[in-house]
T-cell receptor, first 113, second 112 residues
């Protein structure tokens, strides 16, 4: 069974631009969560989607948004990029919402110049 | 307020010895705890977990201990192997919240 895939793996943007990251969960998994990891920091929770509905949201500004499609694939969007948005963005899937063990993708490394 | 803390940023042990990674939490609502391992350029990989109704869970060389009164958990790796060298993240969840709160990670180096 294929793992969680994220595209693109690397991205370079400039301040003020917007970016869309994509995540395909493990086949059959219906819950997708997004995390941000910055150097020296743990993983900061962004949001969780299940059945195309956002179930939980972390403490991030409204510039960060996401959505989930009927096939469980998810996208994350960041508008008006700031230098501090440079980070590794990780997507994790689980079978259902609230299932404790999550399976992570390799992440998208975003660099904002 | 950081609800999950891993106070040791790094740990170095000799191959064959025990590695003990520690994690403290503050939120009493957490009822499930997980450890993930992360290699460079990869996403975290689930390692082992424990429910708050237990105080110990073992899986091969990995054992997690939970001390609810102290709000402390630890991961023991015995014996440690060079391939265990990675960043280890502690995570906590409350069943109703549906999200994981992670610590900052501990970098484990196992020397041959």
């Amino acid at each position: 069974k294929a793992g969680v895939t994220q595209t693109p793996r690397y991205l370079i943007k400039t301040r003020g631009q917007q970016v869309t990251l994509s995540c395909s969960p493990i086949s059959g998994h219906r819950s997708v969560s997004w995390y941000q990891q910055t150097p020296g920091q743990g993983l900061q929770f962004l949001f969780e989607y299940f059945s195309e509905t956002q179930r939980n949201k972390g403490n991030f500004p409204g510039r960060f948004s996401g959505r989930q499609f009927s096939n469980s694939r998810s996208e994350m969007n960041v508008s008006t990029l700031e230098l501090g948005d440079s980070a590794l963005y990780l997507c994790a899937s689980s079978l259902v919402a609230g299932k404790h063990e999550q399976f992570f993708g390799p992440g998208t490394r975003l660099t904002v110049l | 307020d950081q609800q999950v803390k891993q106070n040791s940023p790094s740990l170095s042990v000799q191959e064959g010895r025990i590695s003990i990674l520690n994690c403290d939490y503050t939120n009493s609502m957490f009822d499930y705890f997980l450890w993930y391992k992360k290699y460079p350029a990869e996403g975290p990989t689930f390692l082992i977990s424990i429910s708050s109704i237990k105080d110990k869970n073992e899986d091969g060389r990995f054992t997690v201990f939970l001390n609810k009164s102290a709000k402390h958990l630890s991961l023991h790796i015995v014996p440690s192997q060079p391939g265990d060298s990675a960043v280890y993240f502690c995570a906590a969840r409350s069943t109703n919240a549906g999200k994981s709160t992670f610590g900052d990670g501990t970098t484990l180096t196992v020397k041959p």
